[in-house]
């Protein structure tokens, strides 16, 4: 089946750090999602991206849909304590919706 | 606006159990999916289906059965639980192939 690999597992930072996450498959994707989780929350759309080279952007986040199709990445500037969560890729094929294995995000103030 | 509801929220079972996971969606959407979180698994496709009356298997469909009987319900069923079915259980719906909207999630433990 489709596997996609999201790095690094975890993240350990300084308040006002940038951070830089990333997804890659075997796979070739037609959608690129990203998400974030809050504690005893399901996962909440940031941003989606819907054509390869794309860059989108929303507030401090970006993402990138790579020309490959099998790669996005996401940064987030500027940290703060509220982006505290985890963080998933996801990519749409054929007919399912696959998620990375999450990017836990930790900010010590 | 409602987005997607799972019922219940928590629930404990044992071994041979069987229950049934409600997920129920207000937005017409066409796409539903079920999906178990465990930690460091990320979340990990059971079943989904494109439409009223039709599902199909995700990357973990083993011991779980599903129907899509009215487009706004997608039901997840247990027929015997198992322990390796403790988790976190999310449904999602989406109108096209993107962009998915999730429930607040279903906690199962069984015992």
């Known amino acids: 089946g489709q596997q996609l690999n999201q790095s690094p597992q975890s993240m350990f930072i300084q308040e006002g750090e940038d951070v830089s996450m990333n997804c890659t498959s075997s796979s070739i994707f037609n959608t690129w999602l990203w998400y974030k989780q809050d504690p005893g929350e399901g996962p909440v759309l940031l941003i989606a991206?819907?054509?390869?080279?794309e860059l989108t952007s929303n507030g401090r986040l970006t993402a990138q849909f790579g020309i490959t199709r099998k790669d996005s990445f996401l940064n987030i500037s500027a940290s703060i304590p509220s982006d505290v969560g985890i963080y998933f890729c996801?990519?749409?094929?054929?007919?399912?919706?696959?998620f990375g294995q999450g990017t836990r995000l930790t900010i010590n103030p | 606006n409602a987005g997607v509801t799972q019922t219940p929220k928590f629930r404990v079972l044992k071994t041979g159990q069987s229950m049934t996971l409600l997920c129920a969606q207000d937005m017409n959407h066409e796409y539903m999916y079920w999906y178990r979180q465990d930690p460091g698994m990320g979340l990990r496709l059971i079943h989904y289906s494109v439409g009223e009356g039709t599902t199909a298997k995700g990357e973990v469909p083993d011991g779980y059965n599903v129907s899509r009987l009215k487009k706004q319900n997608f039901l997840l069923g247990l027929e015997s639980a198992a322990p390796s079915q403790t988790s976190v259980y999310f449904c999602?719906?989406?109108?096209?192939?993107?962009?998915?909207?999730f429930g607040q999630g279903t906690r199962l433990t069984v015992v």
């Open positions: 999602a719906s989406s109108y096209s192939k993107a962009e998915a909207f």
């Open positions: 996801a990519g749409q094929g054929a007919q399912k919706l696959v």
């Open positions: 991206l819907y054509k390869a080279g």
